[in-house]
C-alpha cells in the first residue's frame, strides 16, 4: 500500500468515525482531519452536518485553538463558547464563526503515544456538552486508533517481508540464513493473524498474497484440505507458539487451538506438533 493510500484509507476511518459520533450523540456537527507528515498541525479535512466549507482544509496548528490544544495535550478539550472560551487561543474564530459552531469538542486520535488526528463535535448553541456526549466522542476516536494500529502493523510486516525469498525455505539455494527465515516465518505469522481484523478488503487481499508469496503458493494449504485458522495455528506453532501464545495472538481460546491443531493433525497425517508443521511446509502451507 503507498503512502498516498494509506492516507486516503486513514481518512475513510474518520469519516466513519465522524458518522458514528452523530448517530451515537445527537451531534448536528462533526469534523476532523489527520496530522499532516512532518507538520506540527492537523488539517481538517472530513466535514459531516456542516452547512458551509469555512472548515474544509483549515490547519490547525498544535497549540493553537481548541484543535492545537487537543494535540499538544493529547487529550481531550471542549468549550461551551468557543468565541469567548479563556483556555484556548482564537486563531480561527473566523472559520468557526462562519460555520455557526458554539459549543465544541475535540478529541485526539492517539497511536503509540502519538497523536495521528483530531475528531470534533459541535452544537449551534452554547450548552454543556456533558460527559455521556465526551465518552462517546473518545470511544468514536478509539475505534479510529484500533483501525490505524492495524494498518501500522501491516505496513511494517509487509515491508519486513519486501525482499523475502518466495517458498522453500532455507537451503533451497536462495542464500537466506536460517535467521532470516524465522523471521520470514514469524512476520508470515502476524500477517495471517492479523487479516481478519482488516476491514479494508483491498488491503486483506494484499495482506493474504503476501503471505502465499511467502509460503510460495497461492493456495495456502487448500490443497491438503487446511482451513485458514487451521494455517493461522500452525504458522505460529512454526516459530514456537504455545496454545496459549496462538490463542492470544489469534483471539480465541486455547481449547480452540489444540482443536484446529488436531484437525490439521489429523489432515496433514502427522502424529506430533513437529511433524504437522513439516507436512504443512511441504505442501506448500507454510515458509
Known amino acids: 500500500m503507498t503512502a498516498d493510500a494509506g492516507r486516503a484509507a ?43 466549507a469555512a472548515l474544509r482544509s483549515l490547519a490547525v496548528v498544535s497549540g493553537n485553538g481548541l484543535g492545537g490544544k487537543v494535540v499538544a495535550l493529547s487529550r481531550p478539550c471542549a468549550v461551551t463558547e468557543y468565541a469567548a472560551a479563556r483556555h484556548i487561543t482564537h486563531e480561527y474564530d473566523a472559520a468557526v464563526a462562519r460555520e455557526g459552531l458554539r459549543s465544541v469538542l475535540a478529541v485526539p486520535v492517539v497511536v503509540r503515544r502519538r497523536v495521528r488526528g483530531v475528531l470534533y463535535g459541535a452544537l449551534r448553541s452554547a450548552q454543556p456538552l456533558g460527559e455521556r456526549t ?40 536462495t542464500g537466506s540464513g536460517a535467521g532470516d527465515w524465522e523471521r520470514v516465518r514469524e512476520a508470515h505469522g502476524a500477517l495471517r493473524a492479523l487479516a481478519p481484523r482488516i476491514a479494508d478488503p483491498a488491503l486483506r487481499a494484499e495482506l493474504l498474497t503476501v503471505c502465499g508469496r511467502l509460503a510460495g503458493t497461492d493456495t495456502g494449504g487448500a490443497d491438503v484440505g487446511l482451513s485458514p485458522r487451521e494455517v493461522d495455528v500452525l504458522a505460529w506453532v512454526a516459530v514456537g507458539a504455545t496454545n496459549a501464545g496462538v490463542a492470544e495472538r489469534l483471539g480465541v481460546r486455547p481449547e480452540t487451538v489444540k482443536a484446529y491443531l488436531r484437525s490439521a493433525m489429523r489432515k496433514l497425517g502427522a502424529r506430533t506438533r513437529g511433524e504437522a508443521v513439516v507436512a504443512a511446509r511441504q505442501a506448500g502451507a507454510l515458509p
Open 10 to 52: 486513514d481518512a475513510a476511518e474518520m469519516r466513519g468515525a465522524l458518522a458514528r459520533l452523530r448517530r451515537a450523540t445527537g451531534l448536528p456537527v462533526a469534523f476532523g482531519g489527520l496530522v499532516e507528515p512532518g507538520r506540527p498541525q492537523i488539517r481538517i479535512s472530513e466535514l459531516s452536518g456542516t452547512a458551509t
Open 134 to 173: 465526551l465518552t462517546m466522542a473518545v470511544a468514536a476516536a478509539r475505534d479510529v486508533e484500533q483501525a490505524l494500529v492495524v494498518r501500522d502493523e501491516v505496513a511494517e510486516l509487509l515491508a519486513a517481508t519486501r525482499g523475502a525469498p518466495e517458498g522453500g525455505g532455507p537451503g533451497t539455494g
